[in-house]
């Protein structure tokens, strides 16, 4: 995990550095280590440089678990709302490393941070996740709260089942 200074008032904003992402792409699964650097063989960013896909969550709204049910039910107004606005989109996962807890999300591209922020903060989230051809970054949704930029990340087919 990378080193951070300063950790918002969230207990949970450690395991958000920590996750690792898997994205169901129409041609392949991805799946996404931040943090890692190095001699490892890496894919490429699905997208090219100068695109952004981000990854936003509905589900534990504040860091708290908020049950199946409700985890369901606001994943789905999350899924309405990005329909509605015609942006393209993949079903996503974020887990810590282990696999020990996940969390149903979703991969998007056509918002900037500030919307991206905006919708997160609208499920209740801290934060949600921005990853480019150059960085992957952490993107709080409160604006009190820096961001951080994890300075590699790596990329691995994922086999889908």
């Known amino acids: 995990m990378p080193a951070v200074v300063?950790?918002?008032?969230?207990?949970?904003?450690?395991?958000?550095?920590?996750?690792?992402?898997?994205?169901?792409?129409?041609?392949?699964?991805?799946?996404?280590?931040?943090?890692c650097q190095g001699d490892v063989p890496s894919l490429p960013h699905p997208l090219g440089s100068g695109r952004t896909i981000h990854i936003v969550t509905a589900f534990n709204p504040g860091g708290r678990e908020a049950g199946v049910r409700a985890n369901l039910r606001?994943?789905?107004?999350l899924l309405r709302i990005v329909a509605r606005r015609g942006l393209r989109w993949w079903p996503a996962?974020?887990?810590?490393?282990?696999?020990?807890?996940a969390e149903i999300s979703v991969a998007l591209t056509g918002l900037s941070d500030t919307?991206?922020?905006?919708?997160?903060?609208?499920?209740?989230?801290?934060?949600?996740?921005?990853?480019?051809?150059?960085?992957?970054?952490?993107?709080?949704?409160?604006?009190?709260v820096p961001d951080v930029v994890v300075g590699g990340w790596h990329a691995s087919d994922r086999v889908r089942r």
């Open 6 to 35: 300063h950790f918002p008032k969230s207990a949970q904003w450690p395991h958000y550095l920590g996750a690792v992402v898997d994205i169901a792409l129409t041609a392949r699964g991805v799946h996404v280590v931040p943090g």
């Open 93 to 101: 996962v974020g887990r810590d490393p282990a696999g020990a807890h």
């Open 74 to 77: 606001a994943q789905e107004e």
């Open 115 to 144: 919307q991206v922020r905006s919708l997160g903060r609208r499920f209740g989230q801290d934060a949600v996740f921005a990853w480019s051809s150059a960085s992957w970054r952490l993107l709080a949704c409160e604006d009190a």
